[in-house]
């Protein structure tokens, strides 16, 4: 086989039998121009313009893009408007104000809709609330709520008064809160008493108080009273009750603060690869441009859509796919609290029934789930509502990938959208309405994106051979910088592949992925995800991806184990679907397929069957716990896990 790359393949996965769009869908699309690439291309930077334009600004901007201080870009500099006024306002002027904005489905079954006149109240009223707590333009207020409406209401309410937020997930620890609000220097925060976790009363609150006890800043606080009886709590110095405050500012309005398009909306940290946990700092105008412009083209959306993507807001990809990228196209989205399987594993599909949702959009760990539980849960239920489905997060399987599109969409287009927090919107992805899917492969860059897969020298690869993915131009969602300073921006993501002299600027993503004829691309995983055996560097996802191909097997993670006289040895941890007993048949059926899909070189030297593997909250598996566990080294904490309780077996299965 070729190594010429080193990464032990010279070709991807074989990516399944390409479908095109149905015609039912095209017919109805709202991005259908074939020549919208050319366009885009012909028209750089300023074809961005019309992403722009169906924002409402409050002055026009002066350029579209300002590259002076490469790679420190501004987009569309100049012009204001503000994001709550965009995702409220203007759709009440459009004669909108009893179209749904929000759907709020519960935990345990309870409902809410916010209409866009009871978002635009609810709005209002704690910014007017917020205002007076002394909350001033460009204060960062930390937000820390699980999926309650409170928690949009809560980055609107900021984003009127132009205080950018710094949403942090509901199910990280209190150290961690701590680190985040001192990092970003927040004194305020917006919080609740608590929320439900499997069926059990979870104190929030507890959590917020004994990250403030840390802080040396007094940090004003806002409590949403979730849980009423089931959870008491009291309030203390500089706590203030949301119901009280908006009891206090009803009917009161706030005029929306006319930002700067690069004034920042918000901070959102997320994990590196070492270190501190980096502040991804993004600004008002091109990140809204972006997200809309990304909704309505590749997720279609429309109005009148009852729209659900499935993730946490806690998460980038809640930020702009829950909230501001429907609600600035005025569409309903739904927000739900629960988890998948509760009560039972039906219960997306009883939402999506119920709700008639037109586009879903989920993760491949959720979609693998679903496989897992098996056809019978989506076909208990009318799912003909459903016009489309995306997925974001991991490279998804083609086996996985076909089975979302039959089993939940009845054979409608699946967008497979590779972006990241710092890319803020979507970068590659079909066109639904276009471009051919090809099971397996992101797809191309979007218009207006130009990505290429290029060796350690910055040349492009060959056509199915892998590199590292990078992105050539500045697009209007990119982070503009790390809240903790430029030059870890700068040398994080544009120093490994840019060259500062001739001006040529690249982004780094981190990823590693081949590029097909078509300009198709398949991510193969993180750098921090590649395995050196016998020599040859593997990419861990591209060993699962040909594992998880196998039929029966739900999931799996890879990883090394080191050891002087062996060198590294892969470890493959696999659970089977229901209905599948790990058998030696399943298990010679993975080696094959790895054989056959990378190489004699990746075959497992062990594969280790096990219930369930070791997730984050939002649903990662943790393959630097199974490292630590293979290598006999000792265990990080495991509290943030989902599912910490299946360390304790995966360690028992090691020692037998
Ligand atoms: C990393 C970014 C932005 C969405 C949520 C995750 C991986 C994301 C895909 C995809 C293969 C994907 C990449 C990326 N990733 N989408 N469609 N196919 N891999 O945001 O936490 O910033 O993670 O997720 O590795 O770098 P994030």
Same mark, same amino acid.
């Given at each position: 086989?070729?190594d ?5 393949r ?11 769009p ?15 690439d ?13 992403a722009a334009?169906?924002?409402?600004w409050?002055e026009p901007?002066?350029?579209v ?29 459009a ?14 079954g ?5 209409t ?8 209002n009223?704690?910014a ?19 999926m ?5 209401i $809560?980055?609107?309410?900021c ?22 609000m ?22 929030q609150k507890?959590?917020a ?5 840390s802080?040396e800043?007094d940090?004003?606080?806002v ?12 309030l ?15 009917? !009161?309005?706030v ?14 940290y997320?994990?590196?690869t ?7 700092v ?9 997200v809309?412009?990304t ?5 279609d959306?429309k ?7 499935? $993730? ?20 309903t ?11 039972? !594993? ?6 999506v ?26 076909a ?45 919107a979507m970068?590659?992805s ?7 899917m090809?099971?397996?492969?992101a ?7 130009? $990505? ?23 697009w ?15 040398a ?17 993503s ?6 097909d ?10 750098v ?6 016998s ?14 191909d ?6 799996? $993670? ?25 058998t ?24 280790v ?5 070791p997730?984050?909250?939002s649903?990662?598996?943790m ?8 290598n ?5 904490d ?5 599912n ?5 077996e ?7």
């Amino acid at each position: 086989m070729d190594d010429r790359n080193g990464w032990g393949r010279d070709r991807p996965v074989p990516a399944g039998s390409p479908h095109q769009p149905p015609e039912s869908f095209v017919e109805q699309a709202n991005v259908t121009d074939e020549a919208i690439d050319e366009k885009f291309e012909e028209n750089w930077p300023e074809c961005w313009e019309r992403a722009a334009g169906s924002l409402s600004w409050d002055e026009p901007f002066d350029t579209v893009l300002e590259d002076g201080d490469a790679p420190l870009y501004r987009w569309f500099a100049g012009g204001k408007l503000n994001a709550s006024f965009n995702c409220v306002d203007r759709h009440l002027e459009a004669d909108r104000k009893t179209h749904a904005a929000i759907r709020w489905e519960g935990k345990h079954g309870e409902r809410e809709t916010y209409t866009y006149r009871d978002l635009y109240v609810a709005v209002n009223e704690l910014a007017a609330a917020l205002r007076e707590l002394d909350v001033e333009e460009d204060d960062v207020v930390t937000i820390y709520l699980p999926m309650i409406p409170e928690l949009p209401i $809560a980055m609107l309410a900021c984003a009127r008064i132009g205080a950018p937020h710094n949403v942090v997930f509901a199910g990280l620890s209190a150290d961690a809160l701590a680190a985040r609000m001192d990092a970003a220097d927040s004194e305020f925060l917006i919080t609740c008493d608590g929320y439900y976790r499997r069926g059990d009363a979870f104190n929030q609150k507890g959590k917020a108080d004994n990250a403030r006890l840390s802080l040396e800043a007094d940090v004003r606080t806002v409590v949403v009273d979730h849980l009423g009886a089931d959870l008491p709590h009291v309030l203390g110095d500089d706590e203030y009750d949301y119901h009280d405050l908006r009891e206090e500012f009803a009917g !009161r309005t706030v005029d929306p603060v006319p930002r700067d398009a690069e004034d920042m909306l918000f901070l959102m940290y997320t994990s590196g690869t070492t270190g501190e946990p980096k502040g991804v700092v993004h600004t008002t105008g091109g990140y809204l441009a972006h997200v809309a412009w990304t909704s309505h083209a590749v997720l279609d959306v429309k109005p009148e859509d009852t729209y659900w993507c499935a $993730a946490d807001i806690g998460w980038i990809t809640g930020h702009s796919y829950i909230v501001y990228g429907p609600l600035a196209l005025g569409t309903t989205t739904v927000m739900y609290e629960g988890t998948p399987d509760y009560p039972d !594993r039906d219960r997306l599909w009883e939402i999506v029934d119920r709700n008639a949702v037109d586009v879903f959009y989920t993760a491949p760990t959720a979609i693998r789930a679903f496989m897992k539980w098996g056809e019978q849960y989506p076909a208990s239920h009318d799912l003909s509502s459903l016009r489309l489905l995306g997925t974001v997060g991991e490279p998804i399987s083609p086996r996985p990938w076909n089975w979302y599109r039959e089993r939940v969409g009845g054979g409608c287009p699946v967008v497979d959208t590779w972006w990241q927090t710092e890319t803020g919107a979507m970068m590659l992805s079909t066109l639904p309405g276009i471009d051919e899917m090809k099971p397996g492969a992101a797809g191309p860059a979007l218009p207006g994106i130009e $990505a290429r897969v290029v060796d350690e020298t910055g040349a492009d690869v060959a056509a199915g051979e892998a590199g590292y993915l990078t992105i050539t131009r500045p697009w209007p969602g990119m982070a503009r910088t790390l809240y903790d300073g430029d030059d870890r921006y700068r040398a994080e993501y544009w120093e490994p592949f840019s060259d500062p002299e001739t001006g040529d600027w690249r982004y780094f993503s981190g990823d590693t992925a081949s590029i097909d004829e078509d300009g198709y691309v398949t991510v193969l995983g993180r750098v921090d995800d590649v395995i050196t055996v016998s020599g040859r560097r593997l990419s861990t996802m591209e060993i699962e991806s040909a594992i998880t191909d196998v039929a029966g097997v739900a999931e799996s $993670a890879v990883v090394g184990r080191s050891s002087d006289r062996e060198g590294t040895e892969i470890y493959a941890y696999v659970s089977t679907e229901g209905g599948f007993e790990p058998t030696d048949d399943i298990r010679d059926a993975i080696v094959d397929s790895v054989g056959g899909a990378i190489g004699p070189v990746a075959t497992p030297h062990e594969i280790v069957f096990t219930p369930e593997l070791p997730k984050t909250r939002s649903g990662k598996i943790m393959r630097r716990l199974l490292e630590d566990i293979v290598n006999g080294e000792e265990l990080e904490d495991t509290s943030a896990l989902r599912n910490p309780e299946i360390v304790g077996e995966i360690q028992t299965g090691r020692e037998e």
